[in-house]
């Protein structure tokens, strides 16, 4: 049953900081969405698997694929790729 009104705000906070299982139990999504990790080219933010897979439970065809992983660069960019002028970033 709802709680109205400003007299029970107290029992209000804390269902919302305190849930019970049941509370847990219909889905509601995890408190730590993300991850940072910081690199030599600044942050890179990462969803949480518990975050991916709570997703994909609400959205039909969220993330069809796999998680994007990618390798450091190796080496300098070549400059024989046609690009003049323009800085060729390779992943």
Same mark, same amino acid.
């Given at each position: 049953m709802p709680?109205? *009104? &400003? $007299?029970? =705000?107290? #029992?209000? @906070?804390?269902? =919302?900081?305190? !849930?019970?299982?049941?509370?847990? /139990?219909?889905?509601? +999504? !995890? =408190? #730590?969405?993300?991850?940072?990790?910081?690199?030599?080219? *600044?942050?890179i933010?990462?969803?949480?698997?518990? %975050?991916? /897979?709570? @997703?994909?439970?609400?959205? !039909? *065809? %969220?993330?069809g694929?796999?998680?994007?992983?990618r +390798?450091a !660069?190796?080496?300098? /960019?070549?400059s024989? $790729?046609?690009? #003049?002028? =323009? #800085?060729? &970033?390779d992943?």
């Amino acid at each position: 049953m709802p709680i109205h *009104g &400003i $007299r029970k =705000l107290d #029992e209000r @906070l804390e269902r =919302l900081a305190f !849930p019970t299982e049941e509370v847990i /139990a219909e889905g509601r +999504a !995890p =408190l #730590e969405t993300y991850t940072t990790t910081t690199s030599e080219h *600044g942050d890179i933010y990462r969803a949480t698997d518990a %975050y991916v /897979a709570w @997703l994909r439970s609400r959205i !039909p *065809g %969220y993330g069809g694929l796999d998680r994007i992983t990618r +390798a450091a !660069p190796s080496g300098q /960019a070549s400059s024989d $790729r046609g690009c #003049e002028g =323009l #800085e060729v &970033i390779d992943f």
